[in-house]
């Protein structure tokens, strides 16, 4: 069983359109990571959401948190051909213990075609 | 000021065999984590340490797995008698007490193939 679902898996979309990729979880997490990982790399943190209903904005990215912390969605608007890679949320189990190691989504490839 | 830095890059074996990976962490970082990566998948945990001791193994899939960090810096991830299923990417990250959300910072990782 997966902690974190994301949706879509794959997505191929025309530079210029708008999508959502989406992070679930039955479980509430103390704050949730979304990376963004290119081949041959490692993940690269994109934000950090804390808050339940925290929205957070990066340039063209928009991330939010559940109300109840056990979701997140990321925003694309007008994607372009530079934003293709994978996305992988990630969290922390809000178990009260300490700096434990992040459970991952299985990630959304992300492809923008010029 | 480097990052966190993974040798070797790329590593073919054969079933049976033995492989070290080593890690490079942020300088002063106190945190190390090791994930593993399949095709097509996100990062599974496999261990964390604080300093010098692994505070938690519990992502690590058997006995086969053992992981050190002795000066509580560069840490080697130990595979005894490999198995064409351990085949992934071994992704390492750090972090430190001062940075807040448990936000860590990840290398490029090791692809270690086994045949």
């Known amino acids: 069983t997966q902690l974190l679902e994301q949706s879509p898996q794959f997505l191929s979309i025309q530079e210029g359109e708008n999508l959502t990729v989406y992070c679930n979880s039955s479980s509430v997490f103390s704050s949730l990571q979304w990376y963004r990982q290119e081949p041959g790399e490692g993940p690269v943190l994109l934000v950090t959401?804390?808050?339940?209903?925290e929205v957070k904005k990066l340039k063209r990215l928009t991330f939010q948190f559940g109300d109840a912390r056990k979701d997140s969605s990321l925003h694309i608007t007008a994607a372009q051909p530079g934003d293709t890679g994978l996305y992988l949320c990630?969290?922390?189990?809000?178990?009260?213990?300490?700096?434990?190691?992040?459970?991952f989504g299985k990630g959304t490839h992300l492809i923008i075609q010029p | 000021g480097a990052g966190v830095s993974q040798t070797p890059s790329n590593k073919v074996t054969e079933k049976g065999k033995y492989v070290e990976l080593r890690c490079d962490p942020i300088s002063g970082h106190t945190a190390l984590y090791w994930y593993r990566q399949s095709l097509g998948q996100g990062p599974e945990f496999l261990i964390y340490?604080?300093?010098?001791?692994?505070?938690?193994d519990s992502g690590l899939p058997n006995d086969r797995f053992f992981a050190v960090r002795p000066e509580g810096s560069v840490s080697t991830l130990k595979i005894q008698r490999t198995e064409r299923g351990d085949s992934a990417v071994y992704l390492c990250a750090s972090s430190s007490a001062g940075i807040p959300y448990n936000e860590q910072f990840f290398g490029p990782g090791t692809r270690l193939t086994v045949l």
């Open positions: 340490f604080q300093g010098t001791g692994a505070a938690d």
């Open positions: 959401v804390v808050t339940g209903g």
């Open positions: 990630a969290g922390v189990v809000d178990s009260g213990g300490g700096a434990d190691g992040l459970t």
